[in-house]
């Protein structure tokens, strides 16, 4: 074979002339042609292999050429034929590449084999591709079955057909065929046509769809054959980084293509040039790349879990990018940081160099917890999450992160709050330290352990033995001084040898005999020169017993006497030769008794310092928990429901770990199982059943314990509506039967009837509970009836009034009402034993003084007239009772004192007796009262309706189809009328109407008796002082005025004065609650007295003004009553010193705010009425109250509106104050265009008052907020109008106004800034003229009729809410001018 085949670069170029010996296609066939030629193709294939391809090479290009005309069937054919060729090469290739006797015409033609089939196959695979996404894309909207299919059948052909494809060159590819190149040189046009192949498929953007995945894996797998085998890395990497730019999907396969080839084809050097590559890429890049940079983001986070061993050498350069304006990229090298340390860098084995890589990413992603992106900071947190629950963070930083944490809960980000509540909850479920967290229970054994270290350090101390000092210390110490002496010794000056000379004499004496000594004593002698400090005989010592003793072993150092051998002689014999010896013979000796205890004791020493240490370390994470709690348990009545669910499981998460106060959370939370997010819902009941319907226990028995044990702590001290939401919850455990739930009955009753010793509270709950079980199942109470009334009800009851009273509403859960069933009401006998029980408990109580008789009492009555047969009867005959009872103790024990009490003026104990039980008679009257109203209206009332509709189905059963068939049309024209019904209806109505007007308080009725008796007491608060008598009445007395509106209207006076002027809170938050009620029956006659209602909202105690917000807010949006000029009250609640009322009064204009256009027609009223001087408001609260009211008003028309309406109001205010507060009010609005030009039309409205700083500088801060927002020519207006607003503010209105008189006059009229005039308010210029003397005419208001007429201005609507405005009535129009401070601005016609 003479020519060679170059893979060419376009597909044309194979049809021109080459280079010599390059193969040139000779005939390009017509599309008519083709498939005979395919067929001679085929035939060639069986007879003569894959080598046809040499031959045929033109017919499979010839399709190339034609791709777009061929038939889809023609190119799948030749597809077909080419994956057989390469599969025949694939197979024929090892043998051959063996073969070592292969010749080079052979390895050409093998080579050209090669070349032409990939080149063939590569081709038509990106063909026939995107043959198949044009598809996609044209029949993706299609309609009708058929053609759906077709096109799905021809994809998933064409998706086989391309893994085969995929298949056959990975065979080929992973043979050695580079030994078919000259020197294995493969050239990069074939490396290229298979790599751009292999791209083009990836470019699909199905193709990271879970279905492509084995499509997906071959792509992969070619590609990693291609970059081990055929030098491909650097355009891989290249080809990644384009493909991240432009192709986002890709970045998840980019990340496992790139993770295959470093593991599995050992390529590690690739994720180093690939992260490199995205490192250098700077901010101008990133900017203009715009999804590139997500996909970058997206490739890195990836990547990091796929491999991040291979991350960290190359990590440095992507730190780069933390610095950088990318908030996507800063996130993503933060989750390759925190797959670094939660895959690599954890552990205790960590090397230095690994360790210090640990702390330093650390540190870095704590420094982002305050990143200037909310996103960069809530990844960051879900990072350390991740890190956490890997148990990856090291325990030194616990504390740090944890505060930095706490910290976040304030975050205006809620995706970062929620982030930072996730954090807390993996904290504590992952702590190291405690299972309970209790910083309280924690601090007790801190105490303990750090008194017992102090012990053992001051035993430590006293046992430590007393210092010694060595010769050796002792030779340090002088050695200085010796030297100094040895080299004056050695080298004396002349002077000094004369001075030697004189006093060797004197030395000779003190060392005399040297000659008669030993050397032994000769060494004692220097030593003990050395010990008096006479350095200088020791030395002349040493050196002369060298000459005497030059052989012996203590001096035969000085052979060569120099300052050293003399300094070194003189310290061995100072030390002496065994200093050494004692602390080796320490080390080698067997440890002493003594020394065993001391190690013993510093070991118990280091062991107890590091359990204060421990305990130091819990109880602060303990005490951070706790603050964190604080913090969250606000966030469960958010509006964000994901924080909502995030604040339940954290909730959840600290109750289990028994963190101080988590119970609060939990019960704080319970409200929400009313919530109508239905997520929200979920998340509570889910979290109670997990936190006390899911107990643990080794048997049903056990598990029943804990299950009653943990709701019985959250009974106690639970109020009334945590009961009531209990309930809810509760009642769904025992909807379904179990026999977790036969056994928690069980040990319910237990409890309640004594068997086992329990605490009263306890005792209280567990009633409680079997009452919510009765609520699913009315046989658990039903069925034990007799045990519940001899337990509570039985003689014992005055001693606990409260078990009874609970044991009452347990029983009153088997009622009708309660359990709000249909049919036949189910009553028991009046002479049952448990009413004779309950009269005798009450008629007891009344000359009793217990001080929770009265609340047993309530229930009592309310149990009677829900469960007996003839309430009204049974009642009656108990009032009678109870006042002969209190008469007869009124006969027993104050007539033989009357004398003693007139004469000392003062009250007996007899007679505070007999007061409490007068109270407590008046109590009972007024509970009657009230529940025998209710039994007529809901009880008697739906037993008529009961009664009727039975009656009209037995008249309906009885007619005949006849007679049913005439009344037919009768029916339909009521019906449509919605006429059915109604009449008999308003007459049961009307029957219940006049019963209770005109029956319950005559002669002959027992409550008759009383009313003269308790409107005696209300009356006479100076005779009648007793503050529980008092109370009493006063509660009585509005039960009373339910009855009837004719009772209502004669008391009503007295109600409201006993409502202001009652020394006692509780009387008077008792009645704002009473004219509540009487206010929804009686809405009519209550509605004068509205402004008093209101009143008590500035009451001076804390407990009166919660009961008016909370009674005020229901009556107004339950739309009971209307809102009026009177709710500035509740605005000033806002700023109320107690949190609650604070924050009740918020809620209220929160819900009031989802009214229409509620607060914006209150507004001005509302200003108005703060502004007031008698109103005393500090500027600073009217400012805050403002600032909250306005932030309502998000409506452009209303807030245009508003600034007319204010601008007008300019016009009534009397004081510099008052226009201070308006053009505050002003300011708090989001001013736009057409606010603007509101403000330039009431120029004349407030002009005059810009002199005051107080108006200035707010309306000034209007001009900046518009001009930060304006465009170029609405800006240039408002700089106008700034200098206009400046100008007066400086030189006055009347100087201004006359320089612009000036100006018209000479004929410079300048009309670049005029305020503009809306056409029916044109008029004749006034300015300019001389400011007249001012007399007491002018501040008189013209007459109207007299006056030029004015536009009609609207104000708020207190009455009336038909419109979005109303038109104040003339009535309330101002009929005062300003004094003094202005001057009209018109003239008046005459």
Request: hydrophobic share 40%; with cysteine; aromatic share 6%.
């Amino acid at each position: 074979m003479s020519w060679d085949f170059i893979v060419p670069i376009c597909l044309d170029d194979l049809v021109k002339s080459g280079a010599v010996n390059q193969y040139v296609v000779q005939d390009v066939l017509s599309a008519k042609q083709l498939p005979s030629h395919l067929n001679s193709f085929k035939a060639a294939l069986r007879s003569h292999g894959p080598l046809c391809i040499l031959k045929h090479f033109d017919t499979a290009y010839s399709v190339l050429q034609h791709c777009r005309t061929v038939d889809v069937a023609v190119k799948e054919d030749t597809l077909e034929l080419l994956i057989q060729v390469v599969k025949g090469l694939s197979v024929s290739l090892p043998t051959i590449l063996m073969s070592a006797s292969l010749s080079a015409a052979d390895r050409k033609q093998q080579l050209n084999a090669v070349k032409m089939s990939v080149f063939l196959i590569c081709k038509i695979t990106e063909i026939l591709e995107s043959d198949s996404y044009r598809e996609t894309i044209v029949t993706a909207p299609s309609k009708g079955r058929k053609k759906d299919k077709a096109a799905g059948k021809g994809l998933a052909q064409w998706e086989s057909e391309r893994e085969a494809v995929l298949q056959c060159l990975t065979q080929l590819l992973q043979l050695d065929i580079r030994t078919l190149w000259s020197l294995s040189l493969v050239e990069e046009e074939f490396v290229s046509c298979v790599t751009c192949c292999c791209y083009k498929l990836l470019e699909n953007p199905t193709i990271n769809h879970m279905k492509s995945k084995s499509t997906r894996d071959a792509i992969i797998h070619v590609l990693g054959v291609m970059v081990k085998k055929y030098n491909h890395m650097l355009g891989a990497c290249v080809k990644v980084i384009q493909l991240l730019q432009h192709f986002e999907q890709l970045a998840s396969v980019c990340a496992q293509a790139v993770s295959a080839w470093s593991s599995e084809y050992g390529v590690k050097s690739i994720v180093g040039e690939i992260m490199r590559e995205i490192g250098q890429k700077s901010s101008e890049e990133l900017a203009r790349e715009g999804s590139g940079v997500k996909a970058f983001s997206s490739f890195l986070s990836e990547l990091s879990t796929l491999v991040p061993d291979a991350m960290i050498p190359n990590i440095s350069v992507l730190l780069t990018h933390l610095e950088g304006e990318s908030p996507s990229l800063r996130v993503a090298v933060c989750e390759v940081l925190g797959e670094v340390l939660v895959r690599v860098l954890t552990g205790d084995k960590l090397d230095d160099s690994a360790r210090g890589d640990r702390d330093r990413f650390l540190d870095t992603l704590q420094e982002h917890i305050h990143d200037a992106h909310s996103h960069v900071r809530a990844r960051v947190l879900q990072v350390y999450t991740r890190i956490v629950n890997s148990k990856a963070l090291p325990l030194c930083r616990y504390t740090e992160v944890m505060e930095l944490t706490v910290g976040r809960l304030g975050d205006k980000s809620v995706n970062v709050c929620k982030s930072a509540i996730q954090l807390l909850a993996a904290f504590i479920a992952h702590n190291p330290y405690s299972c309970k967290l209790s910083s309280v229970d924690l601090r007790k054994p801190l105490e303990k352990e750090m008194a017992k270290l102090k012990e053992m350090r001051e035993t430590m101390r006293e046992q430590e033995p007393v210092a010694v000092i060595t010769a050796a210390d002792l030779w340090d110490a002088m050695k200085p001084e010796v030297e100094m002496t040895v080299k004056a010794q050695l080298e004396p000056s002349r002077e000094e040898e004369r001075d030697d000379e004189d006093d060797e004499d004197d030395e000779e004496e003190e060392t005399g005999g040297d000659e008669e000594r030993g050397d032994r004593d000769t060494a004692v002698q220097i030593a003990q020169f050395l010990r008096d400090n006479k350095y200088r005989q020791a030395v002349s010592l040493c050196v002369r017993a060298h000459s005497l003793f030059h052989e012996s072993p203590f001096f035969s150092a000085l052979a060569n006497l120099n300052t050293e051998s003399l300094i070194n002689t003189l310290a061995s014999l100072f030390k002496g030769p065994e200093h050494e010896t004692p602390e080796a013979d320490a080390d080698d000796a067997p440890p002493t008794p003594q020394k065993e205890a001391t190690e013993g004791r510093e070991s118990e020493l280091k062991k107890q310092e590091m359990l204060v240490q421990y305990l130091k370390d819990t109880e602060s994470f303990a005490l951070q928990v706790e603050r964190a709690i604080a913090v969250i348990n606000n966030m469960l009545y958010w509006k964000t429901t994901t924080v909502v669910q995030e604040a339940v499981q954290f909730c959840v998460t600290a109750f289990e770990f028994s963190v101080a106060d988590s119970v609060c959370g939990v019960r704080k939370m319970l409200p929400l199982v009313w919530s109508t997010d239905v997520a929200v819902k979920d998340a509570i009941i889910q979290a109670y059943r997990r936190l006390y319907l899911n107990p643990h226990g080794d048997s049903t028995r056990a598990k029943a314990q804990t299950l009653v044990d943990s709701l019985s702590e959250l009974m106690v001290d639970a109020s009334l509506g945590t009961v009531q939401c209990l309930e809810e919850i509760v009642q769904e455990f025992f909807s379904t039967e179990s026999a977790l739930q036969t056994s928690v009955v069980q040990v319910l009753w237990e409890r309640f009837s004594g068997k086992r010793e329990t605490a009263p509270l306890h005792r209280r709950a567990a009633v409680l509970l079997l009452g919510m079980a009765a609520r699913a199942e009315r046989e658990v109470v039903l069925s034990n009836l007799d045990t519940l009334c001899s337990v509570a009800l039985g003689e014992k009851v005055a001693e606990d009034y409260l078990l009874a009273r609970d044991t009452l509403i347990t029983i009153a859960n088997i009622t009708d009402h309660v359990r709000q069933s249909k049919g036949t009401p189910f009553r028991l006998p009046v002479d049952h034993h448990l009413f004779s029980r309950l009269s005798q408990a009450i008629a007891d109580g009344v000359v009793q003084s217990d001080p929770h008789w009265q609340t047993f009492m309530e229930q009592a009555v309310r149990l009677i007239y829900f469960l007996a047969e003839s309430p009204d009867q049974l009642c009656s005959r108990l009032l009678q009772r109870s006042a002969r009872l209190l008469l007869e103790q009124v006969t027993d024990g104050v007539e033989p004192n009357q004398s003693q009490v007139q004469e000392a003026g003062s009250q007996s104990t007899e007679e505070q007796v007999s007061c409490s039980s007068l109270a407590q008679v008046l109590s009972f009257c007024g509970a009657v009262a009230f529940w025998q109203i209710f039994h007529l209206e809901r009880s008697i009332s739906a037993e008529l309706r009961r009664r009727r509709g039975e009656r009209e189905e037995m008249e309906e059963t009885e007619k005949g189809p006849a007679s049913k068939s005439k009344e037919a049309n009768d029916s339909c024209v009521e019906e449509e009328l919605g006429l059915v019904g109604a009449s008999a209806e308003d007459t049961e109505a009307e029957f219940i109407r006049k019963i209770c007007e005109t029956e319950l308080l005559s002669e002959g009725n027992m409550l008759s008796a009383f009313l003269p008796l308790v409107v005696k007491v209300c009356s006479s608060p100076g005779r009648y002082s007793h503050p529980q008598l008092t109370t009493a009445a006063c509660l009585a007395l509005s039960q009373y005025m339910m009855i009837s509106p004719a009772v209502c209207k004669d008391n009503i006076r007295l109600l409201f004065t006993v409502l202001e002027k009652s020394p006692l809170p509780v009387v008077r938050a008792n009645t704002i609650v009473a004219l509540g009620d009487l206010t929804v029956r009686f809405p009519n006659i209550l509605e004068p007295w509205t402004p008093n209602l209101y009143a008590r909202l500035s009451d001076e105690k804390a407990s009166v003004r919660l009961t008016a917000i909370t009674v005020l807010t229901q009556l107004v949006l339950k739309d009971v009553m209307k809102v009026k000029g009177q709710v500035s009250e509740v605005a000033v609640l806002l700023l109320d010193p107690e949190p609650h009322i604070a924050s009740l009064a918020l809620n209220f204009f929160n819900e009031l705010s989802a009214k229409d256009n509620a607060i914006y027609n209150l507004l001005p009223d509302i200003i108005s009425r703060l502004s007031n001087p008698e109103r005393g408001i500090k500027e600073e609260d009217f400012n805050t109250i403002m600032k909250q009211l306005f932030s309502y008003i998000t409506k452009e028309r209303q807030t245009e509106s508003l600034v007319e309406k204010l601008c007008q109001r300019f016009r009534t205010a009397k004081t510099e104050r008052q226009w201070a507060d308006l053009a505050v009010s002003l300011s708090l609005l989001s001013v736009c265009e057409r606010g603007f030009k509101k403000l330039q039309e009431c120029w004349d409205c407030y002009s005059d008052k810009l002199t005051e700083p107080g108006v200035y500088q707010p309306l000034l801060s209007i001009m900046a907020k518009l001009r930060r927002r304006a465009k170029p020519q609405f800006k240039a207006q408002v700089e106008d109008f700034e200098k206009r607003l400046t100008a007066v503010h400086t030189k006055g209105l009347e100087n201004v106004e006359g320089e612009e008189s000036e100006l018209q006059k000479g004929g410079t009229e300048n009309q670049n800034f005029q305020t503009p005039q809306t056409q029916k308010n044109k008029r004749k210029t006034t300015r300019g003229r001389g400011k007249p003397k001012l007399d007491d005419s002018d501040l008189v208001t013209p007459k109207t009729t007299r006056s030029r007429p004015k536009p009609v201005i609207t104000f708020s609507s207190d009455e009336e809410e038909q419109e979005e405005d109303a038109v104040m009535a003339e009535s309330e129009t101002p009929k005062v001018t300003t004094p003094i401070a202005r001057t009209r601005r018109t003239r008046l016609r005459h």
